[in-house]
């Protein structure tokens, strides 16, 4: 503010001689002044004034990118992965994200005998920490991501004045700092200890320094209206003053930067509006930029840094210069809710805080997740803007009410909400003749695969005591003291495209479940929001079974799947991928398939790539794995989804079986209460009894993802995405009949240790069944033999097995690490295109699969990390040192050749200008896990639009053209796409 700058002796003098003149020509240099104006060719910076109270991303073309509401500034810093440093007070440092929105902050606090500190400059260093200077505490400090201390060195200061011990501090390539001493005059250079080791006496209040590759030091004098360029011995050999440039009178010079083209960049603070606010000079002294916006920015400009341009490739091929951001792309899942007021966002965000930290105590308590889900679900809604109606602010109360309650229970030592019954002290609802009183409560659980905190529902009938839960069970045998273990009901949810993690918890705290059953447990996978239980959603159903097993009287082998319209898609896909989990499965509406579904055409198909990942979830595909237990599928009569069971019917029809279809007569999209209490007595039923051992057994698969089910499990195939089966029929005599179809490798282990043989497709192999599973693998003639299985593992060459299969979206169902680049781009256009599309990944990834991803620089990957992530690479050979290493140590096995002038992959060679690849391959350093290289996950903001869509969109690799911005649709423009064969080679 002009306050701020009457703060300084010579500027104070000059504005009361100056005084009457100002005002007098006040109202026709504001007329003069045309703003926004840029002369010279237009550019983008970013920019900050505290007159105006703003600090802004401005485009090249004068709009704004975004902007930050500050109160004062006086530095900001664009780092390498698009995010910026900047303050909205000399009390903090805080780093956005490209589109603006908050990552992390520093506080400055004064240290005794210091009364008050402020920050006048930051500057985010090549290891990872942030460089502060902190004046009143006349000292710099490097903090890592936690804001810790790692590193302090000791300001020497003449005049202390918090508000001027400093103003911008530069790191030199020395490893030394520049420090410009506002109250001292006077710039100093301090080595790591503390110790000045050159220093140049400016004689006014001066403002930046920064030290230039040919050794000389580059000075904004500040108050002295000068800029001013020094040698190691203090001899001037370059400067411009006040009045030298035609047209322009320096004013306070603040940031001076020299430019990669020569050129100097020179923010001109409190100038008036008759000059320009920034300007670029050559060497020359000739102005070929510059900035004058009094619209946006006021006379107190302090800090304003050139965003570099980048460049795109047109359709001729030619290189063309752009700075332009790529557009953002709207969220479609959840969607963006509206604005709380500000009394109610500070309202929660002090009361999350403070639970928070309350939280911290209980964190080794092994019931903690089951507090810091419920914090997690609130603070995710602030941040991404999840309230929708005026209720909503007081279900977050809601859920922190019960956080509150946790904390303090876990605080005393124990855990009401895990108890069964009466114990739990959760809500209840009253018993009537068709709903029994149960009791609700909602956990959490860690995923292994992002560290993410995810809800699940349970729900208990009244009388399901621990007093209820003994004698004997079809689990525990005749032992009449054993405990009793119930059924399990997984129930998934329909598509709620705002419940996201506040809205489901609430839900399953005060409302009931579509289902009531009175002889077993109900939980309600959260299954990552609106995924259709697909990707991370399918992970997150089995694992809330696991939860269930681990935390409750629940009988692993008597569980049932049920659910509807987005449920009843999950139930029809995870019930065919994991027929070996479940003793029933019971669909209602949802969708099975994908083309169908949708309406599309032949005319209308994506590429065939495509068309062949709809193999990964369309259930006719799987329809044999359903053969082995029981499935009840339910749709309205007069509802459209019905069109799944119709489709299931004829898949298994071609497997002579005959789906049993409950039909809702009269019902549109929901149940008939007298169909599913028919349903739901059949199910209960089915839970009584005890499937045959001996039975025979139906696996059908397209990929190895889904290898397994009961006794075998597939380990190699001829070919991915071919119809693959194995079925096992148990002769009279007691051998097992296999037959097989597009297997090449598998283990098996049949129930029952007195098998000596088996027949697999005609040939007869002895085996010891006591030793527990074989191997059998197809020899080159194809005859089946007995293998063995470590010296197999040990000594195989590079093949798709379980789990290392593809195609890229596979990489997101286990553990994965995000690996940024730290170095430098060889292309602009490529830089551009990965920095946009790793934060648009980041970004998905939390709204979407309701996580935060984990991120390691490239320089910090270490062997534990890879031997336990799947890790996503981003960037080029130049700029990601960890694809250097891939590359260099895997040779012949790299199916990628990445040039400074062509990109080799998958049999394509085009330009490194302008292309960037993608792919999935197993990761060179540790076999065991994958390496993906510029991908997240490959359906996108349209495919949102129905759960059917949300399927894998790009296979093992890709080749993608820059010509096209990231949309909705796609990445950008894919040249070409395809898998590598069975033993990871382009075919």
């Not at 009791?439 to 695969?449: A, E, K, L, P, Q």
């Not at 139930?571 to 019971?586: M, N, P, Q």
């Not at 209960?684 to 698969?701: G, S």
Request: negative net charge; aromatic residues 8%; charged residues 25%.
């Amino acid at each position: 503010m002009i306050l701020d700058s009457l703060l300084h002796a010579s500027w104070l003098h000059r504005a009361f001689v100056f005084l009457p003149l100002l005002f007098a020509a006040a109202d026709v240099a504001l007329a003069q002044a045309k703003s926004p104006t840029q002369t010279g060719t237009p550019r983008s910076f970013l920019a900050g004034d505290y007159e105006t109270k703003v600090f802004a991303w401005v485009n090249a073309d004068n709009t704004t990118r975004w902007k930050k509401p500050i109160e004062a500034i006086h530095d900001c810093q664009l780092l390498d992965n698009g995010h910026v440093l900047y303050q909205s007070s000399f009390q903090n440092v805080i780093e956005v994200d490209g589109q603006g929105r908050e990552v992390w902050r520093y506080e400055v606090a004064a240290v005794p005998p210091a009364t008050r500190a402020e920050i006048h400059a930051f500057r985010r260093l090549p290891n990872g920490r942030t460089m502060i200077a902190e004046s009143g505490n006349r000292r710099i400090v490097e903090v890592d991501g936690a804001g810790e201390i790692q590193h302090s060195i000791p300001l020497a200061v003449d005049n202390p004045d918090p508000h001027r011990d400093t103003r911008l501090v530069r790191p030199t390539p020395a490893g030394t700092y520049l420090v410009c001493h506002e109250a001292d005059r006077m710039v100093r250079e301090y080595d790591r200890q503390g110790n000045v080791i050159w220093t140049h006496p400016i004689g006014t209040e001066v403002y930046s320094a920064v030290r230039l590759e040919n050794g000389n030091t580059l000075i904004g004098s500040g108050g002295g209206h000068r800029v001013v360029e020094v040698t190691p011995t203090g001899k001037e050999v370059w400067s411009i003053e006040e009045e030298e440039l035609p047209g322009v009178r320096l004013a306070w010079v603040t940031l001076v930067e020299r430019l990669p083209s020569g050129n100097t960049w020179i923010v001109n603070c409190h100038a008036g509006p008759e000059n320009p606010q920034i300007l670029e000079v050559t060497p020359e002294k000739k102005i070929v930029w510059t900035m004058r916006d009094f619209d946006r920015f006021g006379n107190s400009l302090p800090i304003a840094i050139p965003v570099p341009a980048t460049r795109t490739r047109s359709s001729s091929s030619e290189t063309q210069v752009t700075d332009e951001p790529i557009s953002a792309i709207e969220r479609r899942l959840p969607p963006v809710g509206s604005e709380l007021s500000d009394e109610q966002r500070t309202a929660l965000e002090q009361r999350l805080e403070a639970l928070t930290a309350q939280a911290a105590a209980i964190a080794e308590d092994p019931r903690s997740p089951d507090v810091e889900v419920l914090l997690k679900a609130v603070r995710f809604a602030l941040e991404l803007d999840e309230f929708y109606r005026p209720g909503d602010v007081k279900k977050a109360d809601r859920v922190l009410d019960e956080a509150a309650r946790r904390i303090d229970a876990l605080s005393e030592g124990h855990a009401p909400w895990t108890a069964l019954g009466k114990e739990s002290g959760e809500s209840t609802n009253a018993s009537t003749a068709d709903s029994p009183a149960v009791f609700r409560t909602v956990r959490g659980y860690r995923s292994h695969i992002d560290g993410s905190l995810q809800p699940y529902g349970v729900e208990i009938p009244a009388g399901l005591d621990e007093s209820g839960l003994s004698g004997a069970s079809a689990s525990s045998g005749s032992d009449p003291t054993a405990k009793r273990r119930v059924p399990l009901y997984v129930w998934l949810h329909g598509r709620g495209d705002t419940t996201t993690d506040l809205h489901f918890i609430d839900q399953r705290l005060s409302k009931p479940a579509q289902i009531a059953v009175s002889d077993g447990i109900i939980v309600h996978p959260f299954g990552r929001h609106c995924v259709g239980f697909k990707h991370a959603g399918e992970i997150d159903v089995l694992r809330v079974i696991d939860e269930a097993v681990a935390h409750y009287p629940v009988d692993p082998d008597r569980v049932v799947l049920i659910g509807f319209s987005m449920g009843g898609a999950g139930v029809w896909h995870i019930g065919a991928h994991f027929a070996d989990r479940f003793l029933a499965a019971a669909p209602g509406a949802g969708f099975a398939e994908t083309a169908q579904y949708v309406g599309l055409k032949p005319e209308q198909y994506p590429p065939e790539w495509e068309q062949t990942l709809w193999r990964v979830y369309d259930t006719p595909r799987y329809a044999r794995n359903l053969l082995n237990l029981p499935v009840i599928a339910y749709s309205g009569e007069n509802d459209k989804q019905i069109q799944a069971a119709r489709v299931m019917e004829t898949a298994l029809a071609e497997h002579d079986a005959k789906l049993d279809h409950r039909i809702g007569p009269g019902m549109g999209h929901k149940y008939h209460p007298e169909v599913l209490a028919q349903l739901l007595s059949d199910l209960r039923e089915i839970t009584t009894t005890t499937p045959d051992p001996f039975r025979p057994l139906h696996l059908q698969t397209q990929t190895l993802r889904y290898p397994k089910l009961r006794w075998v499990t597939l380990t190699e195939l001829d070919q991915h995405y071919r119809d693959t089966r194995v079925d096992a029929v148990r002769g009279a005599s007691g051998e097992w009949e296999i037959t097989t179809k597009n297997v090449r490798r598998m283990r098996v282990a049949p129930p029952e240790a007195a098998v000596s043989s088996l027949h697999v497709d005609g040939d007869r192999l002895l085996i010891d069944a006591s030793v527990g599973a074989v191997e059998l693998v197809r020899d080159s003639e194809g005859r089946w033999q007995l293998d063995d299985a470590e010296a197999a593992a040990a000594d195989s060459p590079l093949v798709k097995r379980p789990g290392l299969q593809g195609p890229i979206d596979d990489a997101f169902r286990e553990p994965f690490l995000v690996v940024v680049p730290t170095g430098e781009f060889r292309d602009a256009a490529v830089e551009r295109w990965t920095r946009f599309e790793l934060q648009h990944f980041l970004d998905r990834w939390k709204a979407l699969m309701r996580g935060e991803a984990r991120v390691r620089r490239d320089v910090d990957v270490s062997d534990e990390d890879l031997r336990n992530y799947n890790l996503i690479v981003w960037g080029d050979p130049q700029s990601n040192r960890l694809l250097q290493r891939i590359a260099a140590d895997a040779a012949a096995k790299w199916p990628l050749r990445w040039s400074d002038e062509a990109i080799e992959l998958g049999g394509q060679r085009v330009a490194a200008e302008g292309h960037v690849p993608t792919l999935i391959y197993p990761n060179p350093l540790a076999p065991q896990r994958y390496v993906v290289l510029n991908s997240g996950l490959t359906f996108r903001e349209a495919q949102d639009r129905t759960n059917s869509l949300q399927n894998p969109r790009l296979p093992d690799w890709a080749v993608i053209g820059l010509d096209r911005d990231p949309d909705a649709e796609q990445p950008g423009e894919i040249l070409a796409a395809g898998f590598f064969d069975e033993s990871w080679q382009a075919k």
